[in-house]
């Protein structure tokens, strides 16, 4: 299993990787170390996503938690990328009613929190409202 030396290797917490089964074709997000539909003859290996996708469901938050207080209401999305994988994040750069199903996003890796006692700064998915709706449905 050559997996997690690969991930000492990559900054992967600035991009976003996800893993390929290369048994079964599918991609999943987070990372996994044995494939959930193969087991034992999937053969799992690295691989970046694009980082586009569209809402799936979402919810707008009003009563958040301390970290998040300042934020509200912000929108919380579950996200299914072009890959395949789903992953919830926050929709950010955006009004809570701008937020519809079916929106095309970008997942952006993005400062969530500054924990300040000891300066550690912690990043995660977010994901980014694109505008630039086409005129028509295709
Ligand atoms: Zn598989």
Redo the contacts with the bound molecule.
């Keep these: 299993m050559h997996v997690p030396r690969f991930w000492r290797e990559i900054p992967n917490r600035y991009n976003l990787i996800g893993t390929k089964?290369n048994?079964?074709n599918?991609v999943f997000f987070p990372p996994r170390a044995i494939?959930p539909?193969?087991r034992r003859v999937?053969n799992l290996e690295p691989c970046k996503l694009e980082g586009k996708g569209k809402v799936l469901s979402f919810t707008v938050v009003h009563v958040a938690p301390q970290d998040f207080k300042d934020q509200v209401p912000y929108v919380l999305a579950i996200i299914e990328l072009k890959e395949g994988p789903k992953l919830m994040a926050q929709v950010t750069d955006c009004d809570p009613d701008e937020v519809e199903i079916g929106a095309e996003v970008e997942i952006t890796f993005r400062r969530i929190k500054e924990d300040s006692e000891e300066g550690i700064i912690h990043y995660g998915p977010k994901a980014k409202l694109l505008r630039s709706k086409p005129s028509e449905q295709t």
């Design positions: 089964c048994h079964c599918k494939c539909n193969c999937g």
